[in-house]
């Protein structure tokens, strides 16, 4: 019996071992949001939603910056599903904030984030926080069992798979979110229109939320005791931005209140550079991501210049 016991302990062993061995072979290949759970606490943050994962770059934001920063950017930004401002998120950044106060903090606004479809909701009742931002509890351990566990959406083999087949997208060590599709006109077209339908089927549906513009502001507080805190809104394509304006167009001026009324910038480049490419209608592709980084960088810059 006790040799039974002994074999069958190395067994499950064995099997934990090799489990742990495969969560360690994820490198941003099959998941996207996986490793963001995995590195240790950061000082400043870029945060949002999609816009704002496949949008910004620290990469670029680090190497331009340098000196200006004494902590590297990491993004922290995730989906409209699951990083809108609200409770959760607000709580998960919370987990993730080194506790430094000399950090710098990129909070990318769009009137979806601060939206909701039903503008009497309440905190408890925002959706958001039936998904994995609102449950994962550890957000700097490596591996994360319990993200991996819980809330990883495919096949662990899934895992193995993807470093033997070409990458629709790339978690990148610094929280950048690589997008890998095809660019012909056709390609590109089709999911434009696929993405403003489905936008516009929200159109009279949601509407800018009491609730989640106070968690901006709970956020924006809670950031500000840990460094500098900028306002971004992030280029998009004519067509959502016409969308935008239509659906919520008092967005615009309940974003230069709060930057008033907090002290923060305002940094609306959603119009201003032309000719930047959209993997859709409103997400950067990857080579305008890194121009539009190099525009936003040099904008700071200025900010950061006169603190000097």
Known sequence: MRELL??????????LGSVLAVFMLEGGYSDQFYLRFTTPKQASLILGTSRAAQGVMPAILNKELGRLTKHPFYNYAFTLANSPYGDAYLSSIQRKVANSNDGIFILAVDPWSVATSDS??????????????ANVRHVSINPNLEYMLNFYPHLYANIIGSRLRSRHHVLHDDGWLEINVAMNSAAQTSRMHKTINRYRKKDGNFHISRVRLDYLCRTIEFL?????????????????????ETAMPDFTNKMDSISLSYGVPFLDMST?????RFTDVHHLHKTSSARYSMVLAKVLKTYLVEVK
Request: net charge neutral; hydrophobic share 45%; with cysteine.
């Open 272 to 276: 201003e550079i032309e000719g930047l």
């Open 6 to 15: 002994i074999k069958c302990l190395l067994f499950e062993l064995l099997l």
């Open 224 to 244: 500000k005791r840990h460094g500098r805190v900028f306002l971004i809104r992030i280029p998009i394509g004519k067509e959502m931005r016409t969308l935008e």
């Open 120 to 133: 009497s909701l309440e905190d408890m009742d925002l959706p958001e926080k039936r998904n994995f931002l």
